[in-house]
């Protein structure tokens, strides 16, 4: 990828520390835009009102100061706390949305690890933000942060399945699970014998990307699946007990994560980077899927924002109930289709 973007040879370690740089920074960036846009201003007009005005021009500051404010906190551990296992909690949740986005393409050549199990490999990384939400409930020294921890951690676990389990009729029908070549799939695909836009997914598996955004939804804990992490049924959920730089960190996972899961619902479902009118191998999708690629993630990210702010929550037997007998079930049923289709056409 760097090599083509700089025209010059670079050394594995010179190629591999510009990769990591760029996806560091994303993760704040993505955390920032999302933040703004979509909690700070959506939120504000669909509930009549502005948001945040008085920080730089049209608000755009707000959570730039707000993170300055972070920064200056105190950072405070418990009497009890296991430190070392409090201390790298949060920072073990934004590990995981960091190895995420090394998977997720933005143009034919603008990728951070090309692997050909980039699906199974995207997923499987995700799982990782489990371990530090555990560790973070645990070592607090506090029986709320726990109960929050283990209940957040029970409900990633539940809806892990259906995550999966949607994404598998998006591989029966490109037949790969490389991230790249769904994008092809579905650039080169027709529907009804027309090419024109190709097939995106979205339209065969619309089933699978319905229990996709509502996994989505629930492995972010956010509305209407926030019970984990709801003041008025637990006070605080796990990261209660954090302050200064461990709790923004918390804040800048989330954010991120929503970020790079619309990003690999994009990929899945909408073509990706690819647009119609362009070949696959143009090296000009370099330069427009990237701006493709952000349209069709603030578009995901919408929807899923715009769920967070509609319904209400859930009880905790109700959201295990919908993804043990609903979502689950519904994904079983949509992977079977998909199969017989397949085979028969």
Known sequence: MTDLVLGIELAYWQETLIKVGVVAALVPTSALILGYVFLLKM??????????????????????????????????FPAKADKWVFAFAPFVVVISTLLIFVFVPVGPDLVGSPVDTGVFAALAVSSISVIGILM???????????MGGLRA?????AYELPLVLAVVGVVIQAETLSLQGI???????????????????IITQFVGFVIFMIAIQAELTQTPFDMPVAESEIVGGYQVEYTGFRFLTFFIGEFGTAFVFAGLASVLFLGGWW?????????????????VMFAKIMFVSFLIFW?????????????????????????????????????VF
Not at 183 to 201: K, L, M, T, V
């Open 43 to 76: 939120m504000s007009f669909m509930q009549s009102r502005l948001g945040p005005m008085e920080s730089g021009p049209y608000g755009l500051l707000q959570l730039v100061g707000d993170g300055v404010k972070f920064l200056q906190k105190e950072d405070i």
């Open 136 to 146: 973070a409930g645990w070592s607090s020294a506090n029986k709320y942060s726990l």
């Open 153 to 157: 951690a029970g409900q990633l676990i």
């Open 183 to 201: 994008i092809g799939a579905q650039a080169e695909g027709e529907i009804f014998g027309i090419g024109a836009i190709g097939n995106p997914f």
């Open 275 to 291: 647009v119609p009118g362009f070949d696959l191998d143009s090296n000009a999708l370099n330069v427009v899927g990237p701006l």
């Open 307 to 343: 769920f967070r702010f509609t319904y209400p929550r859930m009880r905790e037997d109700q959201l295990q109930s919908f993804a043990w007998k609903v979502l689950i079930p519904v994904s079983l049923v949509n992977i079977v289709a998909t199969g017989v289709l397949k085979v």
